[in-house]
């Protein structure tokens, strides 16, 4: 019956399911006007950091503060994340619904890991090394560029569960595909702010 159902909905749905109609082409070109203000926002938060990244005042200067293995696992996750959403896309466009909904709710797992990991990296900072926000013009520059992307992710994670439990037996349609291909988007943006994270707080807070 669930294999019939997937065959149907391969017969019935576009190709490209998420761009078929006026209202999926307009919700994708929004959402490109809408990452050029998230760039902005973002490009605005990294150079306030590098401007403020050495003003450490008495509190731990990056080097001291900053546990690569943390940090590295906190990558693999969302990198892994950002996968499982291209799978859950794949899925969408064979028509296969159950696929679409395993892998975005996977999706939201790895998600929910790194936001573990965030927060338990604020707690340690805060409790063994007494970094508070208003530590130093360090603490407020960091918190506020990685808080702002840990905002970020939580809205992503919110975003797709609504998703997953709006049309949890809607199946694909061409009203929620572009819903799910645009919070897919969205989670992809918000794993390439990381990396650019990763590189310019780490591994440059590490290196020194």
Known sequence: MAHAEEVKHDQTLPPNPETATLEGKNKFLGFWFFLGGET???GSLFGTYLGLRNGVADGPTPAELFHLDLVFIMTMLLLTSSLTSVFAMIAMKKGNFKGLMLWMWVTVILGLGFLGFEIYEFVIYVNQYELGFTTSAFSSAFYT?????GAHVTFGILWIITLLIRYRKAGITLTN???FYVASLYWHFIDVVWVFIF???YLMGIGG
Do not use: I, N, Q, Y
Not at 145 to 149: S, Y
């Open 199 to 201: 590189t310019v707080v």
């Open 177 to 179: 595909a572009p819903k």
């Open 145 to 149: 560029l990685v808080g702002t992307h």
């Open 40 to 42: 902005v926002l973002f």
